[in-house]
Each structure stands twice: as structure tokens, then as C-alpha cells.
């Protein structure tokens, strides 16, 4: 999953608004429904561990919002806040879960998910040429790099697992 | 009005329903049901005028995953369903869900009839080369040398090429895709559904649970290197070359659709009571 050519045109302060918007609306989205999948498969730690990424990308959300004070940024993102053939930045990638993983890879997910985040606000602030919308888009880019460190904090709390992490003692193989 | 229209601008979340799936972690098809839905919002159809129809696997999950109608019905049979449903409520947008076991084995029949039917219908297969629900025998699209406990030293057997034979069939568009690219699946599903006649959308959905090796699909597969055409002939020399892993609409054809004259079919009701008399 990439970000590709598509991404949203971020020509006002209001487009830059819903984008940030969108993009953590979309975070929450996916991370909500990797807790359901974990949930279904019986995985309460990791349910746990996406439940509270949700979280954290919900209160950022709500915070977009009520920093664009006098837009609309939901009704504005659905116009224009769409990412051609790519998805989201800070959709984490659904085709890497495994209802093995460990918390270790949920914070890989969303640290790969921040990275993008990051990649998307930092060529909004390179190619802007309002400084209203450079100004805005460098906060978000210090913003997006102090949850890159917050990840990599994490990750420190969960060790990499062993590289045998697949295995299943009651493996799901073919009937025989 | 209708629900959507009350509400303003359609979002996909509209046609999702409370039910969770409860597929692997990491199966393709969450991918495809966020392609359903964006491509619903992206027509801006109201959901009480879509019906989604299945059969039976993990990809048949589907419609209780989506606030529109839907049909969970018999294994194989889906577009028979769907295909009375469509011609007696041409109204309605018909949405047909199936997996590469469902459609092309147990329902294989009703494919090559009902891309020759032709009848404005949405065929959606959601194809992983496996039986995923029953525990991962091989499918019609396993490859031959597919090596289990239930094929000893892999099938040995052709696997089922589904493009072609819905070309031949008289399918009157096809598509490939690939369901980890849930925006683009969702362009594809767009023109799928506003194409007339019988529109054919295999999507390569990888099966992480019995098809581990399917992950790499995402490095495989690549853009069609030409446009769609409306030349059999051409579609089916380059769908015949290609590796399995073009994406994108490879054909769209112009055949009228199939669509009797509403209420015309067999008469009403005491009518057709009275010629089953014994």
C-alpha cells in the first residue's frame, strides 16, 4: 500500500484542514477494524493494542477539527480528500495482519502508517507556495514526526518476536 | 427519497452494516467489501435499490456486511438468483458475490450461461485458488503442481481460466484486480455496474490462512499494458498471453442486454395453478 500519484490537491488552508481531517478519520476507521478482526480471533492483547492506536488517532482527529474552526472539514473532505489508486497514508496496511501477530507488529503497522503520514504532509509543505498553508503544513509534519517517536517508544516496551512467531501448534492445514 | 439522499452526500460507511466479518486477519476480502462499498458511494446508489446476491464460501459473506439487500444463497447458485431478481426488478442495481470454487465449480454452469445470457448484472468472484471455508482443498484456479494432504504431489490438473471462458461465454465486459487496491477495485466496480449486460470482475483476493504464498500477489501483479477493447478477438489473444496478473477492464463489449418484457413471463398466478393441475 502506497501513496501515489492522486493524493489530494491541498490549494487552501480548508483542503490542508479536511485532508489532516481525513486522514486520521481513516486511521481510526482501520484501526478499529483490525480490533474487531483481533477481537473475532480470540486476540485480546492485540484487540487491546489497536483499540488504544484508535484511540490516540481519534483524539487527533477531534483535535483537526476543532483547530478548523468555521469549515466544515468532514462534508469538505468527502469532496476532495480522496487518494486516486493509493489509500490513505494513515490507513495501516490490512493485507499484513495475521491472527498470530503480536503487538510488536501492530506498532510496525503503525509505524509504517505515521511514516506515510508524514511523507504526505512534508510534500504539502515543500510544494506550497501560501505561507499560510507552508505554516500549517510544518505543524502537522512536527506533529506526524512526534508520533514516529512515540511509536518507536512503544515498540521498545514489545520485543521483535521470535522469527517462528507463525507457528501455530493447531495449525489450520487441509483436512486430511 | 430515499435514505441516502436524506442524508446528503453518500459515504461509504452508509452501506456497511453493524455485522462484523469475521474473516482471517489479512484476507483479501475485507479489501473487496471496502471496494463495494466506496463504489456504492461513489455511484451514489441508494442502498434499498441495491441487492447483493451470493452463494456459498468466505467471499459469500458478504452481503450481511453491507446495509443493502442480500440473498445468502445456495452454494454455486447465485446468478440464477440473480438473474430472475434482475429481470424482474430491472430497476434494481444487482450485485452477484462469489468465490473461484463457488462460481467456477459448483456454479460453473450458470457462469458460461449466464455470460451468454447477457442479462445488465454485476458478477463479482472473489478468486484466492483455494476452498478457504472447508479448510483449503484445491479449487478449479489451483495451480497444478499445488502440493497438500489432499493433492498428493499437487493436482496435476489445468487450472480453470475464467477470463477467457467469460469472453467466449459472451460476457460483455471483464475486468481483473486485485484487492489490495481497494480505490482502483472500486473504479473498476464502478464502470462494471453502469456498463450494460453481463459484467464479469474477477479479483485476485489472497488467502493468507491456506494460500500463505498468495502475499507476494501484491509484487505480482501490474497494470494491463493496453486499454480495455470492444474486439473479442483482440481481448481474448491478450487475456490468453497474459501472466494472471494484469489488472484492469481488458473488455468491454456492446451486446444489447438480455431483459424480457417486465410481467410478461408466465402468466399470473391462478393461470399457472390451473396448467399444473393434476
Not at chain 1, 480528500?81 to 510488536?104: C, D, N, R, V
Not at chain 2, 431478481?85 to 462469489?98: C, G, H
Not at chain 2, 509484487?219 to 499494458?225: F, G
Amino acid at each position: 500500500m502506497t501513496v501515489v500519484a492522486g493524493t489530494p490537491k491541498v490549494a487552501s488552508l480548508a483542503d490542508l484542514f479536511a485532508a489532516a481531517y481525513q486522514i486520521e478519520a481513516d486511521a481510526v476507521e482501520r484501526y478499529d477494524l483490525l480490533a474487531d478482526q483481533m477481537t473475532t480471533h480470540n486476540n485480546p492483547e492485540l484487540a487491546a493494542v489497536f483499540r488504544d492506536l484508535s484511540r490516540a488517532e481519534a483524539i487527533h482527529r477531534d483535535e483537526i477539527r476543532r483547530l478548523a474552526e468555521g469549515v466544515d472539514v468532514v462534508a469538505h473532505a468527502q469532496r476532495m480528500a480522496k487518494w486516486g489508486k493509493g489509500e490513505s497514508p494513515e490507513a495501516a496496511s490490512l493485507e499484513e495482519a495475521h491472527y498470530l501477530m503480536t503487538p510488536w507488529h501492530a506498532l510496525q503497522l503503525a509505524l509504517a502508517a505515521e511514516h506515510r503520514a508524514l511523507a504526505f504532509f512534508r510534500s504539502v509543505a515543500a510544494s506550497a507556495k501560501d505561507p499560510a498553508i507552508k505554516k500549517l503544513a510544518d505543524e502537522f509534519v512536527e506533529e506526524e514526526a512526534e508520533h514516529v517517536n512515540l511509536v518507536h517508544r512503544l515498540i521498545r516496551k514489545y520485543p521483535k518476536p521470535a522469527d517462528s512467531w507463525r507457528s501455530d501448534p493447531d495449525p489450520p492445514v487441509a483436512q486430511e | 427519497m430515499s435514505i441516502v439522499e436524506m442524508r446528503g452526500a453518500c459515504k461509504p460507511g452508509d452501506y456497511k452494516s453493524d455485522i462484523k466479518p469475521i474473516w482471517c486477519p489479512g484476507c483479501g476480502d475485507y479489501h473487496v467489501l471496502m471496494s463495494f462499498t466506496r463504489a456504492f458511494a461513489a455511484l451514489a446508489l441508494p442502498p434499498e435499490n441495491i441487492v447483493v446476491v451470493s452463494g456459498i464460501g468466505c467471499s459469500s459473506r458478504i452481503p450481511a456486511y453491507t446495509s443493502c439487500y442480500g440473498f445468502h444463497g445456495v452454494h454455486g447458485r447465485s446468478l440464477a438468483l440473480a438473474a430472475g431478481l434482475k429481470v424482474t426488478r430491472p430497476e434494481l442495481t444487482v450485485v452477484v458475490a462469489s468465490g473461484d470454487g463457488d462460481g467456477y465449480s459448483i456454479g460453473g454452469n450458470h457462469f458460461l450461461h449466464a455470460c451468454r445470457r447477457n442479462i445488465d448484472l454485476t458478477y463479482v468472484v472473489m478468486d484466492n485458488h483455494i476452498y478457504g471455508m472447508t479448510k483449503g482443498q484445491p479449487s478449479p484456479t489451483t495451480e497444478p503442481e499445488f502440493d497438500t494432504a489432499l493433492s498428493p504431489g499437487g493436482t496435476g490438473l489445468r487450472p480453470f481460466h475464467p477470463l477467457v471462458i467469460a469472453l467466449a461465454s459472451g460476457a460483455n465486459f471483464i475486468a481483473r484486480c486485485f484487492s489490495g487496491e481497494p480505490n482502483q477495485t472500486a473504479a473498476v466496480l464502478v464502470e462494471a455496474i453502469r456498463h450494460p449486460g453481463f459484467s464479469f470482475v474477477e479479483i485476485l483476493s489472497p488467502c493468507v490462512t491456506f494460500r500463505p504464498d498468495e502475499s507476494e500477489w501484491k509484487n505480482l501483479v501490474h497494470p494491463a499494458p493496453v486499454g480495455a477493447t470492444n474486439d473479442p478477438a483482440k481481448a481474448a489473444r491478450r487475456i490468453m498471453t497474459d501472466d494472471g496478473f494484469n489488472i484492469g477492464i481488458l473488455y468491454r463489449g456492446d451486446r444489447k442486454p438480455y431483459q424480457p418484457p417486465v410481467g410478461q413471463g408466465c402468466g399470473d398466478l391462478p393461470e399457472l395453478e390451473r396448467d399444473f393441475e393434476l
